[in-house]
């Protein structure tokens, strides 16, 4: 399967660094709320933000690397959310079956709902509406992109 | 068609999950993505427009240095169409030197030894300043040295002058000229003066100007030049200058002007030329500052003695 004459693997390349990065911060949060570290300084520690600042930085990637095009960060976008919301549930599910307490089942964030309504939640609307919110974004950044930093046509070299 | 396909799968696969979780959502949620990612979008694209502006400063940095480098380049150039060196022994000495206003001067004199042993010097200035005029400057610098080599009289060379600079700029442009031939032998200068500040003489203790009674080259095709004559007696010295001189300091409402360049040059006459020009510039650059409005050029000229053995 070809998004914009670039195959998955293609794109699993590019987002590779991305995806370590929302992990890393996923893992963070676990640790650091584990740890006893203020509230307020779990909250830094967002997938959420960490969702949407590799939106940001996937889609300067794919304009000043010429990778493709709209359909190439759609796509990434939608990949790099989904993913955020696939380790959200994760963890959900992990503090469901070994009856434990982290950080994403804190009752800030589940507003009282069974752990089954909570990943069901992640996995349909907020993966819907946080992957359409990233679609728009990344398109509007890659439109003032190609408006504000324009790439010069690449030259040919001939003998 | 599979093209076509695959937005239709995402978007109804996107209904069926918004179907199914339609009562899972809160409001506050809403707004706290909308924060998150319109924060993100506000970031980048401030990034995006800091960027754009570096790019643009980096790219009119690189384009003013290479203006300025060819301007050196231009000022090289023209620096090799002055006089290098002056003639000597020939009943005359010289000392001249041409500020330009803006990097390149659309001022010029120039001093030439024929081979029958007359001396030509000049000084010229075109109208307006900058590379327009240094480029007609190096044009009529052309001609007058083949005019002046092929031994054509001061008239025949402000004549023909005028013709070329007429025809180049279709009467746009006009250039004042001072031009004069000296012969060693008769002590005699004969010169044209068209349109040009009139130089100072200083002979015996007074101070003569040598008033111009020819039109400036280029305004007219055909202008008629009234060639002058006087003898030079030792000792006697000649200021020529441009009005960039005079005017210094004009944009402050305080010229130079004539008077005070006349009373600067009667106190160091007797002075070595080079002396005298430093006292000039010196007095100038003090009374208008280091950057001048106009071009600023001055050829002093001393009548020694003169040995016909010499020739």
Redesign the interface.
């Given at each position: 399967m070809k998004i914009g004459e670039h195959s998955l693997s293609d794109h699993l390349q590019l987002l590779t660094p991305l995806f370590g990065l929302i992990t890393a911060v996923w893992s963070l949060r676990m640790v650091l709320q584990l740890a006893g570290a203020p509230m307020q300084l779990v909250r830094v520690f967002s997938v959420g933000l960490a969702g949407s600042v590799s939106v940001l930085v996937v889609t300067f990637l794919i304009h000043f690397k010429r990778f493709g095009s709209y359909a190439n960060v759609v796509a990434a976008a939608f990949a790099l959310v989904g993913y955020a919301q696939l380790l959200i549930a994760l963890a959900i599910a992990f503090a469901a079956i070994t009856h434990t307490h982290n950080v994403f089942v804190a009752a800030e964030f589940s507003f009282r709902m069974t752990f089954t309504q909570h990943i069901a939640s992640h996995l349909t609307v907020i993966l819907v509406f946080q992957s359409l919110m990233a679609a728009g974004m990344a398109c509007l950044l890659l439109l003032m992109l190609r408006w504000l930093v324009p790439l010069t046509p690449k030259q040919d070299i001939r003998a | 068609m599979r093209g076509k396909l695959?937005p239709v799968v995402?978007f109804l696969g996107?209904g069926i999950?918004?179907y199914?979780?339609?009562h899972?959502?809160?409001e506050s949620?809403?707004v706290?993505?909308?924060l998150?990612?319109g924060?993100?979008?506000a970031?980048?694209?401030l990034g995006?427009?800091l960027?754009?502006v570096q790019?643009e400063l980096r790219a009119s940095r690189q384009e003013l240095a290479m203006k300025q480098a060819e301007l050196n380049f231009a000022l090289q150039v023209q620096r090799a169409l002055f006089p290098r060196e002056f003639p000597a022994d020939r009943g005359l000495e010289f000392s001249g030197v041409c500020v330009p206003a803006r990097g390149i001067s659309g001022d010029y004199y120039d001093v030439l030894l024929l081979p029958d042993g007359r001396l030509v010097f000049a000084i010229v200035d075109i109208s307006g300043k900058g590379i327009s005029a240094a480029i007609l400057m190096s044009s009529l610098q052309a001609v007058l040295r083949i005019l002046a080599g092929a031994g054509h009289s001061p008239g025949e060379v402000c004549s023909k002058l005028n013709l070329h600079l007429n025809q180049i700029t279709d009467g746009g442009r006009f250039a004042t000229i001072f031009y004069a031939e000296w012969n060693p032998a008769a002590r005699l200068l004969r010169y044209v003066n068209a349109g040009h500040n009139a130089p100072l003489l200083f002979e015996e203790g007074a101070v003569l100007q040598l008033a111009p009674c020819s039109p400036p080259l280029g305004l007219f095709l055909e202008s008629e030049f009234r060639v002058s004559e006087r003898v030079l007696k030792p000792g006697s010295v000649m200021a020529l200058y441009s009005d960039g001189l005079t005017e210094a300091g004009i944009d402050h409402d305080r010229e130079f002007g004539e008077s005070r360049l006349t009373a600067l040059l009667t106190e160091h006459v007797c002075k070595p030329l080079a002396e005298i020009q430093h006292h000039v510039l010196d007095s100038v650059h003090q009374w208008a500052g280091l950057e001048f409005e106009d071009d600023l050029t001055l050829l002093l000229v001393r009548a020694t003695e003169f040995q016909k053995e010499a020739l």
């Open positions: - | 695959q995402v996107a999950l918004l199914l979780g339609r899972l959502l809160r949620e809403l706290t993505w909308g998150t990612f924060g993100t979008t970031a980048g694209l995006m427009a960027y754009r790019l």
